[in-house]
Nanobody, 130 residues
Framework: EVQLQACGGGLAQTGGSLRLSCVVSGLTSDDYTIGWFRQAPGKEREGLACISHSDGSSFTQESVRGRFSISSDNAKNTVYLQIFSPKPEDTAVYYC???????????????????????WGKGTLVTVSS
């Protein structure tokens, strides 16, 4: 059974930093892409960044590039999303998801569209106060 567990959310203050973790298990192939998404109240889900498990290549959406950083530790089967200088508008539920059908390059071309990600974890809530 494929499982993704996101954690690390909570209350953050502007000017600080926050690191979210996504522990992945149950995928039998090494050829998959992990993406981070968020959904704020009343807004559509937004793809933020993605990374390849096999070669570590990654892509971050321009809207958050420079403040959000994705990385992975394959030995721990964990993908991280570092949020630098969080803003109140970053308040959202953050999700990680796995895709066995799109590479990082294709995901980037598709603007990290969540419809191409097959497996989803439960989200972790990030609340940023000013």
């Amino acid at each position: 059974e494929v499982q993704l567990q996101a954690c690390g959310g909570g209350l953050a203050q502007t000017g600080g930093s926050l690191r979210l973790s996504c522990v992945v298990s149950g995928l039998t192939s090494d050829d998959y892409t992990i993406g981070w998404f968020r959904q704020a109240p009343g807004k559509e889900r937004e793809g933020l960044a993605c990374i390849s498990h096999s070669d570590g290549s990654s892509f971050t959406q321009e809207s958050v590039r420079g403040r959000f950083s994705i990385s992975s530790d394959n030995a721990k089967n964990t993908v991280y999303l570092q949020i630098f200088s969080p803003k109140p508008e970053d308040t959202a539920v953050y999700y990680c998801a796995a895709s066995t059908s799109v590479t990082v390059g294709v995901a980037a071309y598709l603007s990290i569209d969540g419809r191409y990600f097959d497996y989803w974890g439960k989200g972790t809530l990030v609340t940023v106060s000013s």
